[in-house]
């Protein structure tokens, strides 16, 4: 990848300069025709370049690239080969994938769901309770629950303190909020929904990043829409790219992930983050924030609210999505949206027609814990840090071979392995007991992202050491494949 950029090509064509500037150096190294194909190859894996993309004429790269057409023409006949592109006669070459890579998505729940004696689960982006936290909640909400009873119990905002409590923390971190913008969900996941439910229709639009999260793109593919998407590499976000990708696909909706990107752990500067916020507003496109890892900041401080950014009333397509199961624990369900009051009214429609109200014993747990948030949370770093450094080294021990990126915040470490076989090594981890998602659950496009392994740093130190040998003997020495079938990993 030259200059650390990346590309999605909106209009389904990517030009020889393009295509070019993407190579590494040295590419053309001898053998010239195969260096070429297998850093083809790796632009197509990352995501870099999407897949149904038609790229130049031989003749137009090998002159970009300065090289033989022969080399060109020796690269693209053994990708044809090995399934990567397909051409047509009269409509070019496209990039493709081999038999073999499916669609991925969440259909089914492998491993223990938990970190047992029976297996590891580094599926999994989230850590257990603080110690106490849980218990001391309980206590505090346990005399108030009597007088909470006897009300009726139904709530479709949320809570009114909680919805106060959670406007008061956006306010202090620098985005002026009321209560009545607030609408407190079943977590994050439910607030993506509601907001995908309430402004798209089966057909839209939608841009996300790539990779992203993969239960926020199963929540688009289950809605139906149309995606397109923002390559985000080690590199981060290309900004030019993101802008003509919107510009040219005018989108309904804008998904991001700005704070330490999941799964790459990028964290985006604030003259991208106004840049995104002007080119949504150009384009009419509402801008989704989710903010689920936000607070999880190892070696910078937090960044403030993204809309925060944006000059007085400029912000008022942004939408922002948050929970407690980063921060705290993912047992008790409660996240909550952001935005204009308004659209907390649309979708407060939305979501009691889907499940009316939420529980209110996790709501009154969660005053305490969002209270005691900027206390406890320290402990919580120092943590994930030491956790971080423990992964890092075991990778370094067992597997030096696979490189990444340390992320400056976030739970998990997004790892290349050199070559695009995550999806075995998925399966041939999980034969050995540790439980993991695969590269390709985090890609826009089916098969993308076969060279990496988004691991998890949320486990005892221990346990890493364990579950990294497990891995390394699987990849190394390899262990029999269960029988194939398509079982794609319920990540969080």
């Given amino acids: 990848m030259a200059n ?16 070019a500037a993407l190579l590494p150096d040295g590419v053309l190294a001898r053998p010239g025709y195969r260096s070429l194909a297998d850093a083809l190859r790796t632009l197509v894996l990352d995501g870099r370049i999407a897949l149904h993309v038609r790229l130049p004429a031989e003749r137009e790269l090998a002159e970009a690239l300065g090289a033989s057409r022969a080399t060109v023409t020796g690269a693209y006949d053994l990708l044809r080969e090995s399934g ?25 729940l492998l491993g223990p769901g938990g970190d047992t004696e029976e297996g590891i689960d580094l599926a999994t982006a989230a850590m257990g309770a603080p110690d106490g936290s849980v218990a001391e909640a309980l206590a505090w909400a346990a005399p108030r629950l009597p007088e909470a009873a006897r009300s009726p119990g139904y709530h479709p905002f949320g809570l009114p303190e909680l919805r106060a409590a959670i406007a008061d923390r956006f306010t202090r971190r620098g985005l002026p909020t009321r209560p009545e913008q607030i609408l407190v969900t079943a977590g994050a996941q439910q607030a993506l929904a509601l907001v995908v439910s309430l402004l798209c229709r089966a057909g839209d639009r ?17 809605a139906r829409l149309r995606t397109a998407s923002i390559a985000v590499s080690d590199a981060g976000w290309d900004m030019e790219i993101a802008e003509s990708t919107l510009h040219q696909t005018v989108p309904r909706l804008v998904y991001t992930v700005p704070d330490f990107q999941n799964p790459t752990g990028a964290l985006m500067p604030p003259e991208q983050r106004l840049r995104l916020l002007a080119a949504t507003r150009r384009t009419g496109s509402w801008l989704v924030v989710d903010e689920t890892i936000a607070d999880i900041a190892l070696d910078v401080p937090p960044a403030p609210p993204l809309a925060s950014l944006a000059p007085r009333g400029g912000a008022d397509h942004v939408i922002t999505v948050g929970s407690l199961s980063k921060t705290h624990w993912g047992g008790i369900r409660v996240g909550w949206i ?17 499940d009316m109200t939420g529980s209110v014993l996790d709501q009154l747990l969660a005053l305490p814990l969002l209270a005691g948030l900027d206390a406890g949370l320290p402990a919580r770093l120092d943590q994930l840090r030491a956790r971080r450094q423990a992964l890092a080294e075991a990778l370094q021990r067992h597997t030096p ?8 915040g976030g739970l998990s470490l997004w790892v290349d392995l050199g070559e695009p076989v995550s999806s075995a090594l998925a399966e041939r981890a999980a034969a050995a007991g540790v439980f993991i998602g695969r590269g390709a659950r985090f890609g826009v496009d089916p098969g993308t992202f076969e060279h990496r392994l988004r691991i998890p740093y949320t486990l005892p130190a221990d346990r890493l050491e364990e579950a990294v040998r497990r891995l390394a003997t699987a990849f190394h020495e390899g262990v029999p494949l269960p029988p194939a079938v398509d079982r794609p990993y319920w990540v969080a």
């Fill in 401 to 408: 071979e696979w490189s990444w990126r340390f992320p400056p």
């Fill in 338 to 354: 952001r935005a204009t009051a308004k659209l907390i009214n649309e979708v407060t429609a939305v979501r009691v027609a889907a």
């Fill in 206 to 222: 939608v841009v996300t990043e790539n990779p992203t999260y993969a239960n926020a793109l199963d929540a688009i593919r289950h």
């Fill in 4 to 19: 650390g950029r990346v590309v999605q090509t909106a209009d389904r064509a990517i030009g020889s300069r393009q295509l």
């Fill in 84 to 108: 990567y592109l397909r051409s047509r006669r009269g409509s070019g070459t496209w990039t493709e994938l081999p038999e073999g890579h499916r669609p991925v998505g969440a259909h089914a």
